[in-house]
T-cell receptor, first 116, second 114 residues
């Protein structure tokens, strides 16, 4: 079974440009999370989808970030306009929706974003 | 103050050594305590998790949680060069459907030399 995939693996853009990151969760996983690691810092939560609904977006840094999950499958994270401080590695994770379980989050390999 | 504190290392040990990795935290609401391993250019991979206080063992790995001290540990016995990676602690208050959002430490880089 395929794991969580993310595209692109690496993106280099200039300040002010727009970038869209994509995440394909494991098939059947209703929960989808976005996290970000800025250089030298810890991985930080951005937001959580349950199917197509935003369950928790408390970690989104500002309104330049827009996440969508149309149809409850893949998700996109758009940064517009990008700023220098947005550089980092963006991770996506997915988990099952199982009321009986402690649901492991499976992480993708991340998208490394560099804003020049 | 960060919610989770973790020594970034690097921690260098010879093959066969016992490794101790630790995190402290400040949020009393945390109920789930996880250890992830991350190899270079890869995503974090869950090693093991513990619910509330106590110990958990899985092969060469043992996780300990002391909620009274807000302190968690991961022990690796008979360390191998293949254990060389960054080890991240993560915690969650949990929710209706599992872990919910995770709060990570910065990660400790471990180097095991042959």
């Amino acid at each position: 079974e395929a794991g969580v995939t993310q595209f692109p693996s690496h993106s280099v853009i200039e300040k002010g440009q727009t970038v869209t990151l994509r995440c394909d969760p494991i098939s059947g996983h209703d929960n989808l999370y976005w996290y970000r690691r800025v250089m030298g810092k810890e991985i930080k939560f951005l937001l959580h989808f349950v199917k197509e609904s935003k369950q928790d977006e408390s970690g989104m840094p500002n309104n330049r970030f827009l996440a969508e999950r149309t149809g409850g499958t893949y998700s996109t994270l758009k940064v517009q306009p990008a700023e220098l401080e947005d550089s980092g590695v963006y991770f996506c994770a997915s988990s099952q929706d199982d009321l009986a379980g402690d649901n492991e989050q499976f992480f993708g390999p991340g998208t490394r974003l560099t804003v020049l | 103050q960060k919610e989770v504190e973790q020594d970034p290392g690097p921690l260098s040990v010879p093959e066969g050594a016992i490794v101790s990795l630790n995190c402290t935290y400040s949020n009393s609401a945390f109920q789930y305590f996880m250890w992830y391993r991350q190899y270079s250019r890869k995503g974090p991979e869950l090693l093991m998790y513990t619910y509330s206080s106590g110990n958990k063992e899985d092969g060469r790995f043992t996780a300990q949680v002391d909620k009274s001290s807000k302190y968690i540990s991961l022990f690796i016995r008979d360390s191998q060069p293949s254990d060389s990676a960054t080890y991240l602690c993560a915690m969650s208050a949990g929710g209706l459907t599992g872990f919910q959002k995770l709060v990570f430490g910065t990660g400790t880089r471990l180097l095991v030399s042959p």
